[in-house]
């Protein structure tokens, strides 16, 4: 007990520390005031990405088709796994509060055993946005940027249950790969001090005299129309821009360039679920902390489990905020 | 330390025996509203899709229920509903009063930007 500055002797002193304003002890209301900054942070980025959405409104990547995998399934499942990583999310906040309340009991094992679930939970969630990142990294169909730095995806035509529908075609589908035109260069049988990035896999003319070969397969710009869906171009249009303005093609996103349309979509996804990722794995270290004081019986011999209670705070704060960027990113 | 906790929820219309079962009464609401989400997210009702206030109905729906969550989050998870009053207040006083304000002045910006750029005053052609 002794070892433990769990009392001051200034208890019950108006002045000199002894008050408990608004009745939260020291800790609890610094923990307060650390999330209240924290949530105008995230405020502040998720007003930067609404910001930049506004902006393009007009041509804003659908988060429907760019958030469609769930591992081990192939086909296309937009939302379902995002829900359950929310889901995970929330699960985790409840065994936090159940810690927090068995502390209030000071009931070790119990407090013990709900820390452990926090988590597991947070580990499931840190290693399901890690894989999210990757998916979205690594892309899907790949597309054509123009100078202008827009975005052009392919697909063509297809009647699914008598409904036509347009579906996306991936780029290696249809390209022709032409001879490489050039060898990558690399520093020992070139300039040693030049080096160059890797180039994409293939040319813009190569996927030109492919998607000539292929009449079916047909541009689609970034343009939003009426109804909310991206604006198909007709056989000649297509041909036409992608002759008169195609730069490179791109697979996947980062920080450069993004196959789903306006690169500042995949920075804002990278920097705001980068950002709150963090949060969870500072989160995770400190359960990880709290978890082996409560084994070691740091709170038993407190009396008090007050540190639960508030790294419980920080928990659910970062719950709050994955529920906002779930709706702001995936859902509006 | 607040022991002792409010545990109705719903101004009342709901009562839980304990603090236990108040939080698995909340995550089932919270469950609910994750689902009503994304069965909405997934189907998007063309009923819903009217324009709202400058958005899509559907939208105003997903933030509407966003901010429920929200609140039953800091309400019962993070016990701010045993909290005094005032800690609560500032709480929450602070952060809806300085975000809102950021929201409207960035997406007032962002619209504007929009008009500039769809008026041709600056070409954005391919």
Not at chain 1, 93 to 99: F, G, H, K, N
Not at chain 1, 140 to 154: C, D, H, M, R, S
Not at chain 1, 161 to 171: I, L, M, N, P, Y
């Amino acid at each position: 007990m002794d070892t433990t500055v769990a009392t001051t002797g200034k208890e019950g002193k108006l002045w000199g520390g002894g008050n408990e304003p608004l009745r939260a002890s020291y800790g609890k209301m610094m923990m307060w005031f650390f999330i209240v900054s924290d949530a105008l942070t995230f405020s502040g980025f998720l007003a930067a990405y609404g910001f930049s959405r506004f902006k393009f409104i007009e041509s804003w990547p659908i988060a429907d088709e760019v958030f469609t995998h769930v591992p081990f399934f192939h086909g296309s499942y937009p939302m379902i796994y995002v829900a359950f990583m929310t889901f995970i999310l929330i699960m985790s906040s409840v065994t936090m509060v159940l810690a927090v309340d068995a502390g209030h009991h000071l009931n070790k094992s119990k407090v013990t055993w709900y820390m452990f679930l926090t988590i597991i939970g947070g580990i499931i969630f840190v290693g399901s946005q890690a894989w999210e990142w990757n998916t979205f990294i690594k892309g899907e169909f790949g597309a054509v940027q123009t100078k202008g730095g827009n975005i052009l995806q392919f697909g063509k035509y297809t009647t699914v249950d008598g409904k036509e529908t347009f579906q996306r075609v991936a780029v290696a589908d249809f390209t022709i790969a032409a001879k490489t035109e050039r060898v990558d260069h690399e520093s020992k049988n070139g300039l040693w001090f030049v080096t160059e990035s890797t180039r994409p896999e293939y040319s813009v003319n190569e996927v030109l005299e492919g998607l000539k070969a292929n009449p079916e397969v047909l541009v689609r710009t970034q343009i939003l129309t009426e109804e909310g869906h991206k604006t198909v171009l007709s056989r000649e249009e297509s041909i036409k821009q992608i002759a008169d303005n195609g730069k490179q093609v791109v697979h996947g996103a980062n920080l450069k360039v993004n196959e789903y349309g306006a690169p500042i979509f995949a920075d804002f996804f990278f920097f705001i679920t980068g950002f709150h990722g963090f949060h969870v794995f500072s989160g995770i270290v400190i359960n990880i902390i709290v978890f082996f004081n409560v084994i070691l019986g740091t709170y038993e011999k407190r009396r008090s489990y007050e540190m639960v209670e508030k790294v419980g705070l920080y928990w659910h704060f970062v719950d709050l905020v994955w529920v906002f960027v779930f709706t702001f990113f995936y859902l509006v | 330390m607040a022991h002792e906790h409010n545990l109705a929820i719903f101004q009342g219309l709901l009562k839980f025996k304990s603090n236990t079962q108040k939080i698995w009464g909340v995550l089932i609401f919270l469950s609910i509203i994750t689902a009503v989400e994304v069965v909405l997210g997934i189907y998007k009702p063309e009923i819903l899709m009217i324009q709202v206030l400058g958005m899509k109905g559907l939208n105003w729906i997903f933030i509407i229920l966003t901010i429920v969550k929200a609140y039953y989050i800091a309400w019962d998870f993070m016990h701010l509903r045993d909290e005094k009053p005032a800690l609560r207040r500032v709480i929450v006083w602070t952060g809806v009063f300085l975000i809102s304000y950021l929201m409207f002045i960035l997406l007032q910006e962002g619209g504007y930007i929009e008009s500039v750029f769809r008026n041709g005053f600056v070409t954005n052609s391919f």
